[in-house]
């Protein structure tokens, strides 16, 4: 069982930045493949990113791809997604998600997930 605790989102205005944390319960934290996803009202929850246990692999959608950075503490239990250069498109409640291992960009594939944080970016 995880259990996932997300933090670090806000208001911030066109071009700004942000960092999302999410902390994770139990003792196999480092086993797991950890993920970001996000939600825009009316629309479906889509994937933004994912790293591997080790942190030795990661995986961006292409709307974020060089300007977000997933990274992971195991030690601290922890995963961050800086999120860079923001837009009005980044609006959404990003939801921090755990699994086994990275099986794909589905939510429906993922096990585990936090309650959510809310992100703003206004222009």
């Known amino acids: 069982q995880v259990q996932l605790v997300e933090s670090g989102g806000g208001l911030v205005q066109v071009g700004g930045s942000l960092r999302l944390s999410c902390a994770a319960s139990?003792?196999?934290?480092?086993?797991?493949?950890m993920g970001w996803f996000r939600q825009a009202p009316g629309k479906e929850r889509e994937f933004v990113a994912a790293?591997?246990?080790?942190?030795?692999?990661?995986y961006y959608a292409d709307s974020v791809q060089g300007r977000f950075t997933i990274s992971r503490d195991n030690a601290k239990n922890t995963v961050h997604l800086q999120m860079n250069t923001l837009k009005p498109e980044d609006t959404a409640v990003y939801y921090c998600?755990?699994?086994?291992?990275?099986?794909?960009?589905?939510?429906?594939?993922?096990?585990?997930w936090g309650q959510g944080t809310q992100v703003t970016v206004s222009s």
């Open positions: 998600a755990a699994d086994s291992s990275y099986t794909g960009r589905s939510p429906a594939v993922w096990r585990y």
């Open positions: 139990g003792r196999t934290f480092s086993r797991y493949a």
């Open positions: 790293i591997a246990w080790s942190g030795g692999r990661t």
